[in-house]
């Protein structure tokens, strides 16, 4: 079993900057690929970024692009989710979330967090 426990979200104005933390126990947190996921009412939860196993890799889904950037510290259990130049329509609930198969993949992830609230004001 992995645990996943986020913070970081909260109210800001658009152009603004968050970051998000997710802080994992349980199983070996290297193993295990990270990804942000985010659900905006009335939305889908949609992957977000995504990081691999030792960090050499990341992915970003279009709209993130440029502003978002995902990381991990492997000695504190830790990724984040650093966003930049926020948008109102990155307003949405932030879910981390942790694959056994160390690679990114943007679905099919074994473990998640409760979720954190981001919203952005126009």
């Known amino acids: 079993q992995v645990q996943l426990v986020e913070s970081g979200g909260g109210s800001v104005q658009a152009g603004g900057s968050l970051r998000l933390s997710c802080v994992a126990s349980?199983?070996?947190?290297?193993?295990?690929?990270m990804a942000w996921f985010r659900q905006a009412p009335g939305k889908e939860r949609e992957f977000v970024a995504g990081?691999?196993?030792?960090?050499?890799?990341?992915y970003y889904v279009d709209s993130v692009k440029g502003r978002f950037t995902i990381s991990r510290d492997n000695a504190k259990n830790t990724v984040y989710l650093l966003m930049n130049s926020l948008k109102s329509e990155d307003t949405a609930v932030y879910y981390c979330a942790a694959s056994s198969r160390s690679i990114i993949t943007t679905s099919g992830y074994d473990y998640w967090g409760q979720g954190t609230q981001v919203t952005v004001s126009s």
């Open positions: 990081v691999n196993w030792n960090a050499g890799s990341t």
């Open positions: 349980g199983r070996i947190f290297s193993n295990y690929a």
